[in-house]
């Protein structure tokens, strides 16, 4: 698996080409992540599992494994073929995907899930130290945005697709043909994306060995005392609580309050993720690359506007009882929920040299990833159990309520963060 390296191709053609693929792969991580949330509910009744159970099923299997391989996973890509990586994680959690739909109870689908998480370990941090290599500093915050459309594209083809498979079918079924789909991805993957020269857009004649591998102590050494570091993934932590926990809920919350059909659900919370996310995601990145060449600060600032002007519409959303109203609502705080991924991942970018990117991805996924798929997946199932007794099939309602919150926490860390990244700051 060693790594063979091209030198930054000069042709923009294909430097597209290779952030297509690039969102597509993350399409299908998503996909495969967030499917299980539109399965929910078939699955909850074909199981006799409790929300808390669901929550842990999709937050706490697939996190624990996610994020904690993902540090070792990113050393080794720091030194090795990104790509090859890469394609053996797709097929790793492809594999495992379609293995949930062999399950016959919570334990082997738990450890299913744990597959899934294994594999999408090796799919993230790769991709942005991949991105940062093929794309000029200036362009970057866009770059990544449109990565992260892999977020909004893959959560409504999950639920879409899998909603209609399962309504035809069975959510066994689903399971199976979107793991199969990935398994026939990552091939084209190997066989079409190379390696480019790492730091090559950042050598400099003060620091031209930005291609040298640094070991993992000295990118924690570099990275963990940078008060900016903390800021940024505790705040997207916070963001994430919210962001994954309501997204893998939503589709039960329609399903609930709204008595929507599995198919209906489908469609419904399928619009939502993709108009939604799709906007928040581009206009983030734009705002913060257009921004952020005058002031550091710019790449944190922007997401805490965004979660501010989140919080009134998020509990007008919540909130409503009617199913137009609720698609309308629903688009601006699932937008706004969105607009930190170009910002934050860029500003991450830059707290390191290039040859420490892909670990420091890493180290900041595994915070927020820990935090915000584990605790926010199980929160707010633990929660609407916890006021079922008395709210009944409305505790769901409640529970969402509370996330409110954790966007009040992101924006508070994000402001801050925008006070001390210009010290910290690696160009």
């Not at 079924?173 to 091939?187: D, K, M, N, S």
Request: hydrophobic fraction near 50%; glycine fraction near 10%; proline fraction near 5%.
């Amino acid at each position: 698996m060693a790594e063979a390296t091209a030198t930054v191709p000069a042709d923009r053609k294909y430097r597209l080409y290779v952030l297509a693929l690039l969102i597509v792969v993350y399409t299908f991580n998503f996909l495969d992540r967030q499917i299980l949330g539109i399965l929910a509910v078939p699955i909850k009744a074909d199981l006799g599992l409790t929300d808390t159970e669901l929550g842990l099923m999709g937050g706490l299997a697939f996190a624990v494994v996610y994020s904690t391989l993902a540090v070792p996973i990113a050393w080794l890509a720091d030194r090795r073929s990104r790509t090859w990586i890469m394609t053996i994680a797709l097929t790793t959690w492809s594999g495992f995907t379609a293995l949930c739909g062999l399950t016959s109870g919570f334990w082997q689908l738990f450890l299913c899930r744990m597959g899934v998480g294994v594999g999408e370990a090796g799919g993230v941090a790769p991709s942005y130290s991949l991105i940062s290599d093929y794309f000029p500093p200036h362009q970057r915050a866009r770059a990544f945005a449109a990565y992260s459309f892999g977020i909004p594209i893959g959560t409504a083809a999950g639920t879409l697709f899998g909603g209609l498979l399962a309504a035809q079918v069975n959510w066994r079924f689903a399971f199976i043909v979107v793991g199969l789909a990935g398994l026939l991805l990552a091939p084209i993957f190997k066989l079409t994306v190379k390696d480019p020269v790492r730091g090559g857009f950042d050598r400099t004649a003060e620091r031209p060995d930005a291609q040298a591998a640094a070991s993992f102590g000295a990118t924690a050494r570099t990275v963990l005392p940078k008060r900016s570091f903390w800021l940024l993934a505790l705040g997207a932590a916070s963001s994430s609580v919210c962001g994954y926990g309501v997204a893998f809920w939503l589709p039960s919350f329609f399903a609930r309050s709204f008595d929507m059909s599995l198919i209906e659900t489908s469609v419904f919370y399928a619009g939502i993720a993709f108009i939604g996310g799709m906007l928040g995601i581009w206009g983030g990145g734009v705002l913060a690359d257009r921004f952020g060449g005058r002031s550091r600060g710019a790449y944190p600032t922007v997401p805490a506007i965004a979660f501010l002007l989140a919080m009134p519409v998020f509990f007008l959303a919540v909130n409503t009882d009617s199913r137009t109203a609720a698609f309308l609502l629903w688009l601006v705080p699932t937008g706004l929920n969105l607009a930190w991924l170009g910002p934050i991942i860029t500003a991450v970018q830059h707290l390191a040299p290039p040859a420490m990117r892909t670990t420091t991805s890493a180290l900041f996924l595994l915070v927020n990833n820990l935090l915000g798929i584990a605790g926010g997946l199980y929160y707010f199932g633990a929660v609407s159990d916890a006021l079922a007794p008395r709210f009944g099939e409305e505790s769901l309602r409640y529970a969402i309520y509370s996330g409110l919150g954790f966007y009040l926490l992101a924006s508070i860390l994000f402001l801050a963060a925008s006070r001390t990244l210009k010290r910290d700051w690696v160009d």
